[in-house]
């Protein structure tokens, strides 16, 4: 079981920046793939970003690459999302989340069985 606790969200005027950390629990933190979703009002939770368990691979839908960054610490169990550059269409909940199954390496939501609260990012124009 892994449980995750997402903080640093809030409202940040268009071309600023936000850092999301995502704290997860267990011994086990390090075998896991983390990823970065997020979901707009309307809309379907889509993919933004995920981190192989060693970091050694990192993925990024089209619309963030360049402006984002994903990172973890696994001696914190803790995983990031560095935002730059930041619009308006970035606004949405962003959810932390953790691969089902320890050494799987996936983007696709359904390959996530733990999930944290969401935190809130909005960007003003």
């Known amino acids: 079981q892994v449980q995750l606790v997402e903080s640093g969200g809030g409202l940040v005027q268009a071309g600023g920046s936000l850092r999301l950390s995502c704290a997860g629990s267990g011994r086990t933190f390090s075998t896991y793939t983390m990823g970065w979703f997020r979901q707009a009002p309307g809309k379907e939770r889509e993919f933004v970003a995920a981190t192989s368990w060693s970091g050694g691979n990192t993925d990024y839908t089209d619309s963030v690459k360049g402006r984002f960054t994903i990172s973890r610490d696994n001696a914190k169990s803790t995983v990031y999302l560095q935002m730059s550059s930041l619009k308006p269409e970035d606004t949405a909940v962003y959810y932390c989340?953790?691969?089902?199954?320890?050494?799987?390496?996936?983007?696709?939501?359904?390959?996530?069985?733990?999930w944290g609260q969401g935190t809130q990012v909005t960007v003003s124009s």
């Open positions: 989340a953790a691969a089902t199954s320890r050494w799987s390496y996936s983007t696709s939501r359904w390959s996530y069985g733990y």
